[in-house]
């Protein structure tokens, strides 16, 4: 059975900083690319990062790009989102998606971890 | 960014009935279009993949149809547990794959 598992989330004031992390199990993590897709309270979907399988191909939304930093250890079967300069809008439950292939472009998600929010606030 | 327009944003329907939701994209993007289910605390749970793909274990009575700009997901006889709320998502541009913004299916 697959299993991804958010954990890291928390309370953090404006401009600070916080690392998501995801523990995969029941597949092969190295197979596949991940994705962080994050939903603010009450709000719909957002895509923020993607990483392939072996790290090689890296992509962010614009709203997050050269804040966070995506990273994944495949011997550790771990995902993780390092979040600096962290806004309000960044207030959200994050989610981490296992894509349906190797690569992080034009794949769908077809497992779902239960998320782990993160609240900005001061 | 390719926008996604999803319509409507809510829709009240009851057991038995045939609902449709619709997404549009700003510009042409193939099949590369995925349907998911999200109900209220829970994840969201992929439907339906390049634009009519039914994911493995998802009843038939959700399907899919579409391509280039205009898709449907069409859900042909309401069960209670199809209440919940409908997200489309383009995976043709990447990095930068966007949502629809979600339709509420709630019990008329």
């Known amino acids: 059975e697959v299993q991804l598992v958010e954990s890291g989330g928390g309370l953090v004031q404006p401009g600070r900083s916080l690392r998501l992390s995801c523990a995969a199990s029941?597949?092969?993590?190295?197979?596949?690319?991940m994705h962080w897709v994050r939903q603010a309270p009450g709000k719909g979907l957002e895509w923020v990062s993607g990483?392939?399988?072996?790290?090689?191909?890296?992509g962010y939304a614009d709203s997050v790009k050269g804040r966070f930093t995506i990273s994944r250890d495949n011997a550790k079967n771990s995902l993780y989102l390092q979040m600096n300069s962290l806004r309000a809008e960044d207030t959200a439950l994050y989610y981490c998606?296992?894509?349906?292939?190797?690569?992080?472009?034009?794949?769908?998600?077809?497992?779902w971890g239960q998320g782990t929010l993160v609240t900005v606030s001061s | 960014a390719i926008r996604i327009t999803q319509s409507p944003s809510s829709l009240s329907a009851s057991t038995g009935d045939r609902v449709t939701i619709t997404c549009r994209a700003s510009?042409?993007?193939?099949?590369?279009l995925a349907w998911y289910q999200q109900k209220p605390g829970k994840a969201p749970k992929l439907l339906i993949y390049?634009?009519?793909t039914l994911q493995s274990g998802v009843p038939s009575r959700f399907s899919g149809s579409g391509s280039g700009t205009d898709f449907t997901l069409t859900i042909s006889c309401l069960q209670s547990e199809d209440f919940a709320t409908y997200y489309c998502?383009?995976?043709?541009?990447?990095?930068?794959?966007?949502f629809g913004q979600g339709t509420k299916l709630e019990i008329k």
């Open positions: 998606a296992k894509a349906v292939g190797a690569a992080a472009g034009t794949v769908t998600f077809d497992y």
């Open positions: 029941g597949f092969t993590f190295d197979d596949y690319a």
């Open positions: 990483i392939s399988w072996n790290s090689g191909s890296i």
């Open positions: 510009q042409g993007i193939s099949s590369y």
């Open positions: 390049a634009a009519s």
């Open positions: 998502q383009q995976y043709y541009s990447y990095p930068g794959y966007t």
